[in-house]
């Protein structure tokens, strides 16, 4: 039986089914804008409802009556979106965030990205093409700065580390093991994509302002979360090289002492 394809754009067609995942809490407002730009060819929508107290779940269900919707266990978008990865049945899994900021046209680029070679698509609000209406100047300037640390300590090639919309082949989570509950979830996949040597492609993305709704993001305690997950994974890498180091001097050990013993037997 041949494998069904899916076309996505004038001049592509796919056959990997792509899975979206939106974490949300209290969105009823804004999912209707969400799900308008969802395009009809992706598999499912993974909707993780962090105990919401408005009609989040119902909305969800009325705009896309085949939605997955999974009740969030803990607490945190980082611990929202493990659980929405682990839900999902798609080989390509995109990343949307609930409030409205991420146009879902965009996914065409992201999965085209990944159809041809890439196992990480990550959106760019600085890439050439990219854009931001909901950054103030201070959080442009701490998303350079931690940007800029993360290229020169893990020799990544970033635009931009602190941006939700992301996609990605559903195998790359055996290589990334996420453990993290909150905003920095993002700067650690970012991170830990580049240390398992997956292949990056960015992608021009256009954030938007939020539509209803106040954000939960703080700049400078969310920012600072962010700065301790790379200095965490910088301290884990580094105690990686040196176990490397070690193991293979004491390999090299070993094989110094069977040479030794190997030439005392031939003499004696």
């Not at 995942?21 to 598999?43: D, G, S």
Request: net charge neutral; with cysteine.
């Amino acid at each position: 039986m041949s494998a069904k394809y899916r076309p996505i754009s004038s001049h592509l067609a796919i056959t990997p089914p792509v899975s979206i995942v939106i974490p949300a809490m209290n969105e009823a407002e804004n999912l209707p804008y969400v799900f308008k730009t969802l395009p009809a060819w992706i598999h499912e929508v993974v909707l993780v409802d962090g105990n919401s107290t408005d009609d989040t779940v119902e909305v969800a269900r009325e705009l896309w009556p085949g939605v997955k919707v999974v009740e969030q266990q803990g607490k945190g978008k980082g611990d929202a979106l493990i659980t929405g990865f682990e839900a999902c049945s798609g080989d390509i899994i995109v990343m949307v965030d609930a409030d409205g900021s991420a146009d879902g046209n965009e996914i065409v680029s992201y999965v085209s990205a990944l159809v041809s070679g890439a196992d990480f698509a990550k959106g760019s609000r600085f890439a050439n093409g990219g854009g931001t209406d909901d950054m103030t100047f201070i959080r442009k300037l701490g998303n350079w700065a931690l940007c800029t640390i993360v290229n020169r300590k893990f020799g990544a090639r970033y635009t931009d580390l602190c941006y939700g919309y992301n996609a990605f082949w559903r195998h790359c989570l055996d290589k990334i093991d996420l453990d993290c509950t909150g905003f920095e979830i993002e700067t650690l996949i970012n991170i830990r994509v580049v240390k398992a040597g997956l292949k990056v492609q960015e992608i021009p993305s256009h954030e938007y302002l939020r539509i209803h709704g106040t954000s939960n993001l703080r700049a400078v305690r969310d920012g600072i979360r962010v700065l301790k997950v790379i200095l965490k994974e910088r301290s884990n890498r580094r105690a990686l090289r040196r176990r490397s180091h070690s193991t293979m001097i004491d390999g090299l050990d070993r094989r110094r002492d069977s040479q030794v013993d190997s030439v005392r037997g031939e003499v004696s």
